[in-house]
């Protein structure tokens, strides 16, 4: 059994890591114990380009849900980092200064943002989409999008 619900558009695959919680712009958490893992999606690195620069908030950093944590550039755009939970930065991934394209190579592994220690998790886990959700949700922008992935 896969660890990920794929589909294929034009030339590239995209892939959905199933058993992780999801936000419809593209961000996604992974529950580890009491803290959570954050990064972006394999449609969202696609659509916006090979990553140039990120830069993220500092560890200890509080942040509450939807308020940006950092940003993301590409040659195509700059993109804010919303947090899909409140909490304290507990993790930031230092690899990421010196190698950006991690989120482009390996958006549900090494390309991580930051670990969360979240507030209330149970009641920010409702609010968030399981992978089948946001893989419907991501076949429908490629359906009506016509979005040029990866070009």
Excluded at 8 to 29: A, H, N, P, S, T
Excluded at 30 to 52: F, H, I, P
Excluded at 72 to 86: G, Y
Excluded at 101 to 122: C, I, K, T
């Amino acid at each position: 059994m896969s660890e990920f619900l794929r589909t294929v558009f034009g030339k590239f695959e995209l892939r959905v890591r199933k058993g992780y919680y999801y936000v419809e712009d593209g961000f996604w958490i992974k529950v580890e114990g009491n803290r959570v893992r954050l990064g972006m999606t394999d449609y969202l690195q696609r659509t916006v380009g090979d990553a140039a620069f990120i830069e993220l908030v500092k560890k200890g950093t509080r942040v509450e849900k939807q308020t940006e944590i950092g940003t993301l550039e590409t040659a195509k755009a700059a993109i804010s980092i919303l947090s899909p939970v409140s909490g304290t930065v507990e993790e930031v991934n230092g690899m990421l200064d010196e190698r950006p394209e991690l989120v482009n190579s390996d958006p549900y592994g090494e390309g991580w943002f930051v670990v969360l220690a979240p507030n209330s998790l149970e009641n920010d886990l409702e609010t968030l989409m399981t992978a089948d959700d946001y893989f419907k949700l991501m076949l429908k922008k490629l359906e009506t999008e016509h979005t040029t992935v990866g070009a």
